[in-house]
C-alpha cells in the first residue's frame, strides 16, 4: 500500500554555483519518500514568481501534488545561499520575509494532515509567528496516530528554546544530526553538556541496552550521546530518536533499543538533502515496521547516495524503492485500539 506522508514547511531554491537547485528540508524529505514508494505532499507557500512557478512546475513532475502548495501576492519565493566546504559540508544563508514565512491554514491544508500517515516538520519555518502558528496547529490536527517526525533544522539565528520544546511536545518521532544534539543537550541540561555537572562517577551508562553505574570519573562520547537521546526521550515522551552523525553513520533509539549503523566511504559531491533523504528512509521504514537494522541500513545507504550526487534531490536508482516494496504489505505497522492515544504514534517494539 502507498502510505501518505506530509512535508510542512518551507520550500526554497538552494543557489549553487552550478545554478539554482530546490531545496528545503520539507520538500527534500516529501521528494524522497515518493521516490521511496510514499504517496507524498508539502504544505509549503512560494510567491506569485517566476521561482514559484517553477517550483510547481517542478514538483508537477516530481509526482508531488500542487493542491496544498499556497501562492503568495506580496512575499517572494524563498531562497538559500549555499556556501560548501571542501568536505562538501553546506552553509546555508537564508534570507528572511519571503513566502513560506506566513504559510496560512486552510481548509486544503488541514485535510491534508487529516490523512497523513506521517507528517514531517522543522525548526526553520517556525522562524516566523504566521508560520510556527500553522505548523503547530496542521501537526495537532493529525491523527493520534500518525508519525509526527520533527527533524530539527538548526539554521542561523532562526531557533528559541521555546520552538524547540514546543515542537518536541507536539513530536513522537525526533531526527537531529550530531551537531544539533549537544545545542539540545544544552537547553535541556541533559547529561554531559555544559549546563550539566552530574556526568562524572555514578552516571549510568549502557551496556547491552540496560544501564549500569559508571565508576569512572566520566564517560565515553558513545555512552553521553546515549544518555543524552535517552534524556529527550524521557522528557517529550518521544518514542524514536534518530541520530545522524556523517561519516561516522547513525544511531537509532526506540523504545530502550538502539541500532548503530556504520558509515560507508563515499565520494562527497555535497551533502544538500542528504538529512531529509534520511528522514524519509527512516519514516518509510516505520510505517512498514521493517527490521530496526534493516531501516537504519536503508536511510544510510540513501543519504550515501545523495551525498554522491549534486543537489538535494537527485533522482533515485529504483533499487531503493525495491527494497521498501520488497517488504510484505503484512508487515505494514498499524496501530491497536490502545495505542491510539496522542504520544503513540510510533510502531511497537518488535
Known amino acids: ?14 543557489l549553487l554555483l552550478p545554478g539554482p537547485q530546490l531545496g528545503g528540508a520539507p520538500a527534500n524529505f516529501a521528494y524522497h519518500a515518493h521516490a521511496l514508494g510514499a504517496e507524498a505532499r508539502v504544505i509549503t507557500r512560494v ?65 491534508v494532515a487529516r490523512e497523513a500517515d506521517a507528517i514531517c516538520f522543522g525548526s526553520l519555518a517556525q522562524r516566523s509567528e504566521p508560520s510556527r502558528s500553522t505548523i503547530q496547529q496542521l501537526v495537532a490536527a493529525a491523527h493520534a496516530d500518525t508519525l509526527r517526525v520533527f527533524d530539527v533544522n538548526l539554521r542561523q539565528q532562526f531557533y528559541s528554546r521555546g520552538v524547540i520544546e514546543e515542537s518536541l511536545q507536539l513530536a513522537n518521532v525526533l531526527k537531529l544530526n550530531d551537531d544539533e544534539l549537544p545545542i539540545l543537550a544544552g537547553m535541556f541540561s541533559l547529561p554531559g553538556s555544559t549546563e550539566d555537572r552530574s556526568c562524572g562517577a555514578g552516571t549510568p551508562v549502557r551496556t547491552d541496552g540496560h544501564f549500569a553505574a559508571n565508576t569512572r570519573t566520566g564517560v565515553s562520547a558513545l555512552h553521553k550521546i546515549e544518555l543524552q537521546i535517552e534524556g529527550l526521550a524521557q522528557a517529550f515522551g518521544l518514542h524514536v530518536v534518530a541520530l545522524t552523525r556523517g561519516a561516522n553513520g547513525s544511531l537509532l533509539w526506540q523504545r530502550g533499543r538502539w541500532s548503530d549503523c556504520p558509515s560507508r566511504p563515499v565520494t562527497v559531491v555535497d551533502t544538500v ?20 537494522d534493516e531501516i537504519n541500513t536503508i536511510a544510510n545507504d540513501v543519504a550515501r547516495y545523495v551525498c554522491s550526487q549534486a543537489g538535494a534531490t537527485p533522482v533515485l536508482p529504483p533499487e531503493f524503492a525495491e527494497r521498501f516494496s520488497a517488504t510484505a504489505e503484512s508487515t505494514a505497522w498499524r496501530p491497536t485500539p490502545a495505542q491510539r492515544t496522542r504520544k503513540d504514534g510510533a510502531p511497537p517494539d518488535g
Not at 73 to 81: C, N, R, V
Not at 277 to 291: C, E, H, I, N, P
Open 273 to 292: 538533502g542528504a538529512g531529509d533523504s534520511f528522514t524519509a528512509a527512516l519514516v518509510l521504514g516505520l510505517l512498514r515496521k521493517m527490521d530496526w
Open 47 to 111: 510567491g506569485k514568481d517566476a521561482y514559484g512557478r517553477e517550483i510547481i512546475r517542478r514538483f508537477r513532475e516530481m509526482g508531488l501534488p500542487g493542491v496544498s502548495v499556497q501562492e503568495d501576492e506580496t512575499w517572494p519565493t524563498g531562497t538559500a545561499k549555499v556556501e560548501l566546504s571542501g568536505a562538501g559540508l553546506a552553509h546555508f544563508t537564508i534570507p528572511e520575509n519571503v513566502a513560506w514565512d506566513f504559510l496560512a491554514l486552510n481548509q486544503e491544508a488541514l485535510a
Open 1 to 14: 500500500m502507498d502510505f501518505r506522508v506530509v512535508g510542512v514547511g518551507e520550500v526554497l531554491w538552494d
